[in-house]
C-alpha cells in the first residue's frame, strides 16, 4: 500500500515561494509516476505537474510553467514541488498523487490510483 505525506504549505505573499514536500512510503519511484494536483475552493482538481517513472521525463499545466518545478531525492524516497513567482490564483489544497497514467491522460486525476492528505497553500495580494 503506498502512502503519500504532503507537507510545506503556507502562507506566502505574491511573487514569493515555497517548496511542498511529499514523504513516499509502500512504493518505489520505478513503480509509479509521481505528481502534484491542487483545488481552489469550487473547482475541480486541477492537475499541476507529473514526473514519469519511466525516463524522468516531466510534465507542468501551463498556468504553472516556468514557475513550477517537480523533482525527487531517491534517497529520502520524497517528491518536491518547488513553487516560485507564487500568484494569489495559486491558492488551493495541492496533493501529492502517484499512478500509471497513459500519457494521453496524464492530466485525468481518475488516473492516479493514491493520494495524499493535501497541503493548504494560500497566497495573499
Known amino acids: 500500500q503506498v502512502q503519500l505525506v504532503e507537507s510545506g504549505g503556507g502562507l506566502v505573499q505574491a511573487g514569493g515561494s515555497l517548496r511542498l514536500s511529499c514523504a513516499v512510503s509502500g512504493s518505489t519511484f520505478n513503480d509509479y509516476d509521481m505528481g502534484w494536483f491542487r483545488q481552489a475552493p469550487g473547482k475541480e482538481r486541477e492537475f499541476v505537474s507529473v514526473?514519469?517513472?519511466?525516463?524522468?521525463?516531466?510534465y507542468y499545466a501551463d498556468s504553472v510553467k516556468g514557475r513550477f518545478t517537480i523533482s525527487r531525492d531517491t534517497a529520502t524516497n520524497t517528491v518536491f514541488l518547488q513553487m516560485t513567482s507564487l500568484k494569489p490564483e495559486d491558492t488551493a489544497v495541492y496533493y501529492c498523487?502517484?499512478?500509471?497514467?497513459?500519457?494521453?491522460?496524464?492530466?485525468?486525476?481518475?488516473?492516479?490510483?493514491?493520494w495524499g492528505q493535501g497541503t493548504q497553500v494560500a497566497v495573499s495580494s
Open positions: 498523487v502517484a499512478g500509471r497514467p497513459i500519457l494521453s491522460a496524464i492530466e485525468d486525476p481518475l488516473m492516479y490510483n493514491y
Open positions: 514526473r514519469r517513472r519511466s525516463g524522468g521525463r516531466t
